[in-house]
T-cell receptor, first 116, second 114 residues
Framework: AAGVIQSPRHLIKEKRETATLKCYPIPRHDTVYWYQQGPGQDPQFLISFYEKMQSDKGSIPDRFSAQQFSDYHSELNMSSLELGDSALYFC???????????????FGEGSRLTVL | GNSVTQMEGPVTLSEEAFLTINCTYTATGYPSLFWYVQYPGEGLQLLLKATKADDKGSNKGFEATYRKETTSFHLEKGSVQVSDSAVYFCALSPPKTSYDKVIFGPGTSLSVIP
């Protein structure tokens, strides 16, 4: 079965550079979530989108932005990178809510960003 | 607000030992409850889930029962293997009336030694 696809899997950047992460949700999933997991930490929610609109916002820095496109894929743009941005970034998707739907998140394998 | 608390790790067990990882939650209404597992160097995988009180989720020998009276969802396995070494995250999602995100506990690292 198709899963959530994230790219790139690994990314190395210098301080103050810009990075873009991409997420392709499971087909027919219209909701996308971004999480950040620092070393030894639990995943922290950044932002989510439903039907191409931002649906919720967590602890996302102002230097970061994200959007969901018409094909439901999402991109997380990170500018003025700092050492503390080094983390594993997860994307997850879910189907839209509905009666009888057992809702859960399906996670990608993550994109590991290293800022030097 | 909604939150998840887990027993602190790391937990080290010998192979074939009994495992319990405690998880309690705070939430309004009736959340869905999950256990996710993260193997070294990998992403998050859903291990099991329960969507209503007294439901028991099970997978790969792991079990957890949704206990509303104690707001708990403890993870158990009767006989652990070395391959179970991973970080385990308890998580909840509020009732699906909005698009609230999943809330994770801090994770419990498990090491199983031969």
């Amino acid at each position: 079965a198709a899963g959530v696809i994230q790219s790139p899997r690994h990314l190395i950047k210098e301080k103050r550079e810009t990075a873009t992460l991409k997420c392709y949700p499971i087909p027919r999933h219209d909701t996308v979530y971004w999480y950040q997991q620092g070393p030894g930490q639990d995943p922290q929610f950044l932002i989510s989108f439903y039907e191409k609109m931002q649906s919720d916002k967590g602890s996302i820095p102002d230097r970061f932005s994200a959007q969901q496109f018409s094909d439901y894929h999402s991109e997380l743009n990170m500018s003025s990178l700092e050492l503390g941005d080094s983390a594993l970034y997860f994307c997850a998707s879910s189907p839209s809510p509905g009666t009888g739907v057992i809702w859960e998140l399906f996670f990608g394998e993550g994109s590991r960003l290293t800022v030097l | 607000g909604n939150s998840v608390t887990q027993m602190e790790g790391p937990v080290t067990l010998s192979e074939e030992a009994f495992l319990t990882i405690n998880c309690t939650y705070t939430a309004t209404g009736y959340p869905s409850l999950f256990w996710y597992v993260q193997y070294p160097g990998e992403g998050l995988q859903l291990l099991l889930k329960a969507t209503k009180a007294d439901d028991k989720g099970s997978n790969k020998g792991f079990e957890a029962t949704y206990r509303k009276e104690t707001t708990s969802f403890h993870l158990e396995k009767g006989s652990v293997q070395v391959s179970d070494s991973a970080v385990y995250f308890c998580a909840l999602s509020p009732p699906k009336t909005s698009y609230d995100k999943v809330i994770f506990g801090p994770g419990t690292s498990l090491s199983v030694i031969p």
